[in-house]
């Protein structure tokens, strides 16, 4: 059938007219499944709404190699949301090396992202990892592999590839060590001219043992005999000036404990794994060692390791952010850390300028054992607070330290959180309005304070309106 041009014209643009309808409804009632949307209320000719508020996206845009066969990858926030602190600081990157063998490595973000460019809408960052490729070996690089960051696609956060080395092993030297764990062996067990048990320690790792392990740190002694016995000495015994500490330190330790007869003795550094190490299987040694000394040489010297040592391991406020109205759960730690066990005793705990701070009972503790006390107790006034941990308050046991039994803690509780009510925008969405048209003065409301507000009224005056209406806007979180 024959159909003139002028009809297909017309009917063509009846059908775009048609279609641009359906796009402007779509736009002007649907909200993107990616956007959390609070409600919108249209009364007369006034609208009330709540701004959108957008998640982050991130994805892993590249992975390759360095020029010295490094892994490195570039991370981005595709999203137009940003991402907030808090997901900052708990956002984490895993790595998967497979190959003859497979490894994982997680690393922070704070290390991966120091300036925090993945807050920001649309930012990235590159990373030069620590972690090298000697083979050729399948990488996946997967960001925020716990899911713990809220994201529009939870889909897209890992990239596989194939990575081919070119570098000389000579070269394939990480240069970067600061995620590096440390590696604690022992180098050496032999016999002091008295026939005492001496041995080496050494980190031969590149990495640093953090201040806080090594304060955890001990060795392991068991002499096997007819009567096998195990000596436990704490590291800041066996290494007083934190030698240890240093990437490839090492240290000599000459025990109080004597050997009388043939026996095999075994050395064992970190005997709990207390310490996150690059290897954790090569912590001990084992040696037969044969005293030619006599037995009236045979006197331990020093018997300073053998009494019990109180600490406070950890001391935090459970409740994060304490407000005026919240429950504080003042958490303490108390740890053995000398080699013989302590007697029941008492913590005191201080909080703020309590005159009269109550004390909590501390069962016996064995060597390296812990106990955890927990305070709950709400502070009205907004303040900073300084409390104060002392373990063996009454003075009960007699301790190879009697100077560490106290530890410190400050925080700060904050006023109860409150709504913030802004105009968020405020616009005619009429354009270019004349006498005739309906005017739509659109007006945006957003609650950018902490805590969800009440219902509340918005006044909206146009032009010199005496009266001018007033709406109802709901509680906004």
């Known amino acids: 059938m024959w159909i003139s041009n002028n009809y297909l014209l017309k009917l063509r643009f009846l059908i775009t007219l048609f279609l641009c309808m359906l796009f402007t409804a779509g736009i002007t009632h649907a909200a993107s499944p990616r956007e959390k949307l609070s409600s919108k209320i249209i009364q007369n000719s006034g609208i009330v ?6 998640k982050p996206d991130l994805v892993v845009t590249r992975v390759t190699m360095s020029k010295d066969c490094r892994i490195q990858f570039t991370l981005k926030n595709t999203s137009k949301g940003g991402l907030a602190d808090k997901f900052h600081r708990q956002g984490s990157v895993k790595i998967r090396v497979t190959g003859k063998t497979s490894k994982n490595y997680i690393i922070p973000f704070r290390i991966v992202d120091t300036r925090g460019l993945l807050k920001k809408a649309g930012g990235s960052v590159t990373y030069v990892s620590a972690i090298n ?3 050729t070996a399948y990488v996946k690089v ?98 007083t000036k934190g030698l240890l500490k240093k990437a490839g330190g090492s240290v000599p330790y000459v025990s109080a404990i004597n050997i009388p007869k043939t026996a095999y003795v075994k050395i064992d550094v970190d005997p709990g794994n207390k310490i996150p190490e690059l290897n954790e299987t090569n912590n001990s040694r084992r040696i037969q060692l044969r005293p030619k000394c006599s037995t009236a040489e045979n006197k331990p010297q020093s018997r300073e390791y053998l009494k019990p040592d109180l600490i406070i391991d950890s001391f935090i406020n459970a409740t994060e952010n304490p407000t005026v109205t919240d429950d504080n759960v003042i958490t303490v730690s108390v740890r053995n850390q000398g080699p013989a066990s302590s007697t029941a005793s008492k913590l005191e705990l201080k909080v703020g300028g309590e005159a009269t701070p109550p004390k909590y009972d501390v069962p016996a503790l064995a060597s390296g054992a812990t106990h955890t006390l927990r305070r709950h107790i709400n502070l009205p006034i907004a303040l900073t607070y300084l409390s104060i941990a002392k373990i063996d308050a009454d003075n009960g046991n007699v301790e190879s330290d009697e100077t560490n ?42 609650n950018q304070g902490p805590a969800s507000s009440t219902a509340s009224k918005l006044e909206l005056k146009v032009g010199g309106e005496a009266t001018p209406p007033k709406y109802d806007v709901p509680a906004l979180a």
Do not use: W
């Open 405 to 446: 039994n106290e530890a410190e803690l400050i925080f700060a509780v904050s006023p109860p959180p409150r709504p913030d009510l802004i105009i968020d925008s405020f616009i005619n969405a009429t354009e270019n309005p004349t006498v005739t048209d309906d005017n739509v003065i659109t007006v945006s409301v957003r």
């Open 142 to 239: 997967d960001v925020d592999p716990g899911n713990k960051i809220p994201e529009l696609n939870e889909t897209n956060n890992s990239r596989r590839i194939q990575l081919r080395p070119k570098c000389s092993t000579t070269k394939n030297k990480p240069q970067s060590r600061v995620y590096l764990k440390p590696d604690l062996v022992v180098t050496k067990v032999t016999m002091s001219k008295d026939c005492r048990i001496q041995f080496t320690l050494k980190n031969t790792s590149k990495g640093r043992l953090a201040d806080k392990f090594h304060r955890q740190g001990s060795v392991k002694i068991r002499v096997s005999g007819k009567d096998p016995k195990n000596h436990l000495i704490p590291f800041r015994i066996v290494d």
């Open 133 to 135: 490729i000697s083979k």
């Open 49 to 54: 709404s709540t701004a959108v508020t957008l």
